[in-house]
């Protein structure tokens, strides 16, 4: 599960204790045992976390997807509404990543620039 997801034991464990992933069942020694399911939630788990969603928010998104996909009916309207929670949070992702496409553009100006200045004092010191 750990190399699947590329996450630590102590990430997992993190996320089982704070309630976002629980292991679908418990081998006889007590072991997790994770379905497909369990892993594609670790990995929406995995993408939010370097766009900085809370835990909170990650569980709000959780819950409205597990609602959606769950095979209970639900009325128009909380269909609707889980629909828009979950836009929500795709306008949010979306504003979160271009605000990263600046901050990374602004760093590697930074690099450049600080590449091209240090290669000017190595061209005058020799």
Do not use: C
């Amino acid at each position: 599960m750990a190399a699947r997801t590329e996450l630590s034991l102590r990430t997992i464990r993190h996320y089982e204790e704070t309630g976002l992933v629980i292991p679908s069942a418990r081998s006889q020694g007590g072991f997790r045992l994770y379905t497909e399911a369990d892993i594609a939630r670790l990995m929406v788990i995995r993408r939010m976390k370097p766009l900085g969603f809370t835990l909170d928010e990650m569980r709000d998104l959780l819950d409205a997807t597990d609602r959606l996909d769950s095979h209970e009916p639900a009325d128009i309207d909380e269909r609707e509404a889980l629909l828009e929670r979950g836009r929500a949070y795709e306008q949010a992702a979306a504003q979160k990543i271009e605000d990263l496409r600046l901050q990374l553009a602004r760093a590697e100006d930074f690099a450049a620039t600080l590449r091209a200045r240090l290669g000017d004092q190595q061209g005058a010191s020799a």
